[in-house]
């Protein structure tokens, strides 16, 4: 029997998050600065679980080790992809990633590139995105001279944008944004900058300027160019696609069929009700669901109005 694999995540608190998580998607939020939900996820730091079917209370980890014809049978050792939505009541810190070979050998895991798609924003909200250093050496010593007024590049953001922050993009997620973010099983940050706040304990967070300086590109970023394809009941968008993976957002109004064209795919609703009919089985979608539709499903059936976000990883490796 093929049936997707509806998950239970984790909240992360954030000395930058809020309440949207539980005002927008009605999830159940352990405290009033709930940052982030890491809704699709193997990674250690948070480990999504199954939430029904025959293979429910499983870990997304050990499910994808032990059950390999459930991903097609994958090449890469790890769940590669997870899905975050972050709710920024106030500026994350400004920040960096690694790449894969960086992040291997100075912190024993991959490097991140990440996408946001924005969901909300306040008016006037602003993202950091890109720096305007010519040079390493510029930048270097823009940063000692904490000159950041000049240094980072400021972009106003509305809901339906979206970003492409591949590994060493200078980037920060400003006030007042909700954004699905779907990255590279990653959990390596290195903090340029982070408006000199204090936590709770009124402990300043630690900042990783050397790392952040060697990992930071030169240059604009290059932002993808999504494409749209009007389809009987359904408008696909490519958001990007890239070595490590592809995101779409798909917007359903009745009835669609369709069929599996990647190994497995991740599926997170963000506005609307509807149904997924797998193998004469109907299951209800709503916002807020995220699930797998694994290898063994083949076709399936939408209907309803439904607005998703779908990735899948991209085999490189
Ligand atoms: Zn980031």
């Known amino acids: 029997m093929s049936e997707p694999l509806f998950l239970k995540s984790l909240m992360h608190d954030k000395i930058w998050g809020g309440t949207k998580l539980r005002e927008v998607f009605g999830y159940d939020i352990p405290t009033e600065t709930t940052g982030e939900y890491w809704a699709i996820s193997a990674h250690p730091n948070g480990i999504s679980v199954v939430a029904n079917g025959q293979f429910e209370g499983r870990q997304l980890d050990e499910l994808y080790r032990n059950e390999p014809t459930l991903f097609g049978h994958p090449k890469e050792k790890v769940f590669p992809l997870l899905t975050k939505i972050l709710d920024a009541n106030d500026w994350l810190s400004v920040q960096v990633h690694p790449d894969d070979a960086y992040g291997l050998e100075h912190e024993g895991e991959l490097g991140k590139t990440e996408c946001w798609y924005v969901i909300a924003a306040d008016e006037g909200a602003e ?65 340029v900058y982070d408006f000199d706040r204090k936590d709770a304990q009124g402990n300043l967070r630690e900042l990783h300027i050397e790392k952040s300086i060697d990992v930071l ?90 607005e998703m976000i779908v990735s899948h990883p991209n085999n490189v490796r």
């Open 217 to 306: 590109n030169i240059g604009e970023p290059e932002n993808s160019v999504p494409a749209t394809l009007e389809l009987h009941h359904l408008r696909t968008t490519c958001l990007v696609s890239n070595q490590f993976f592809t995101v779409y957002k798909w917007e359903v109004e009745g009835l669609v069929q369709m069929r599996r064209v990647a190994p497995y795919l991740l599926l997170s609703v963000i506005d609307g009700q509807g149904s997924l009919l797998v193998d004469n089985k109907l299951y209800n979608l709503q916002k807020g669901s995220h699930l797998i539709l694994p290898h063994t499903i083949s076709e399936w059936e939408f209907d309803g109005n439904l």
């Open 127 to 191: 993202i950091i995105y890109g720096h305007n250093a010519k040079s390493k050496a510029e930048l270097r010593q823009m940063i000692e001279e904490k000159d950041w007024e000049h240094l980072l590049t400021r972009i106003p953001v509305k809901a339906g944008d979206f970003f492409y922050v591949p590994s060493g993009t200078m980037h920060a997620i400003g006030k007042g944004i909700l954004i699905l973010e779907t990255q590279q099983s990653s959990d390596t940050t290195y903090r």
